[in-house]
């Protein structure tokens, strides 16, 4: 009984931040489905939980707040728990046969999944050892999209996948390729010159990036192209840098960025904040995440780099 109290008790303090959050944004909030998403994975939205990290976002395009929680550390399918516990409906489209094809190739770490206070249950996010884009492709559950874009991944030097995020909702997927230097090591900004980074957006009919977001381009740690089921095309392309200090974080990306790191609630000294610029054909907007759990770095991020390094 005390640690189901423990867990009502957290479920509650969890919520009522990610309202204080929504209203950084001005986003819709589903009390009911929030409330429900929480209390079928309260042992994984836990800022306690030693094992767990717990971050949430923002994004200034849909305007919308997405709570994330990573565990390694638990054997355990999101994507399954969701749908027994009537958070999802099957209806047959290819991405309920992703995870079940991608298990048997990956030497898994573990899984995240996302939380929308808009409309419930989102993504879920296989984290797994550097597989080479070749074999994930040859997944025939992915959409065909990305089997259209090898030459682009060859030109780019987009050849490791380490994580997924699978977005049920919106019925897409992104993959993460990590910066590495030239010996595969973790490197931030990668190799790219500031040439190769316009490239990569020209490339697609995007928008290139400001001589500002191309500065800041240096210090990247991934960069993820999003695809959908009903497109061949890449339909955003977005580039990650770590906040480190608040005072390093620039903000001058976006209005909202400063009222987000004075204003958004967390449970822990956060060990990372993450800015991600997004870009598509017709669109450009700010993705901003803060380490809800101050867990982040060191039981997520931490790992992750350090495989690339073994």
Known sequence: MAVQSRLREQQQVIFDDLLTAAKI??????????????SVFARFFSPTAEDTAVAYRITTHKKDVSMRYINFAVRHNPYEMAA???LIERDGHPIEDLIDQLEPQIDLFGYG????????????WPFFAMKPIQDIAKLPALPDAVRQHRDYFAKHKMEQVSVMAIDYYHKSLNLYFL???????????????????VEMFTDLGFAHPTDAELDIFMQAFVVYPTFSWDSQEIERLCVCMPGGKVEHIPYGLHPITERFVKEAPVQAPPTAYTYCPTYGRDVKYLKMEVDYSGRYMPTIIGPIIASLHA
């Open 113 to 124: 999944s996302d939380i929308a206070v808009s409309h419930g249950f989102e993504k879920v």
């Open 84 to 86: 027994a516990n009537g």
């Open 179 to 197: 910066m590495r230097g030239p010996d595969g090591t973790f490197k931030p900004g990668g190799t790219y010159t500031r040439e190769q980074w």
């Open 25 to 38: 944004v001005d986003a819709p909030v589903d009390s009911e489905g929030l409330t429900q998403n929480l």
